[in-house]
């Protein structure tokens, strides 16, 4: 089981703090949310601070590319020396393509999906993938509710795949968590919940203990 913090709603004024707080809370992974105001309608950051972000952890770096035309980007997220590297499947025309592309690039190679979007658009592809996302909010914007239907998508994926890496992204906190976990998720992004606690890395350890 792993507890991936997303910083979207940390405080950027003092990220690395932040940081070092899940870090001894006991998070996995960092998430890291790439918008474009595009794909999403919200913007965030780009692969320098993602290159800033890679001093202050030593933890894996789960980069979330929510954009257009992620081929476009991918090897500068690979530079800044994130680990995954996960695309939407609408976002980009050629899916098998881009997935071999970033583990070309030496990362492993995740998709996601959002909640409208089916699970047949990445069947054939599964065993391409190194993890699957499943989007349990419309994604651009943390502090979203839990979209319930998600959980039947994963537990349709976990039936499908075994051994699949699943990860759920939006809306996640103590209550929904034990939900997505008895569904078949493994990776567990979380990011409001976190972030804006008062103390972060208890807040951490409370879904460290819950996982
Ligand atoms: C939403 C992002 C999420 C977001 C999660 O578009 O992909 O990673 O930061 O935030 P919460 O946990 O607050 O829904
Ligand atoms: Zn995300």
Redesign the pocket.
Known sequence: MIIAP?V??ANFLNLEADIKAAEKGGADWI?L?IMDGNF?PNISFGPGIAQQIRKCTKLPLDC?L?IERPELHIAAFAKAGVEYITVHAEATKHLDRLLNQIKELGCKAGVAINPATSLDSITDILDLADMVLIMS?N??????SFIPYSLDKVKRLRAMKPDLQIEI????NLKTLPQARDAGVNIF?????IFSAKNIEQETKNYRNIV
């Open positions: 997303s979207l709603n998430h949310d999403v979330h929510m909010v994604p651009g914007f943390g502090g979203q992204d939006g809306g996640i992004v979380i990011g409001s919940a």
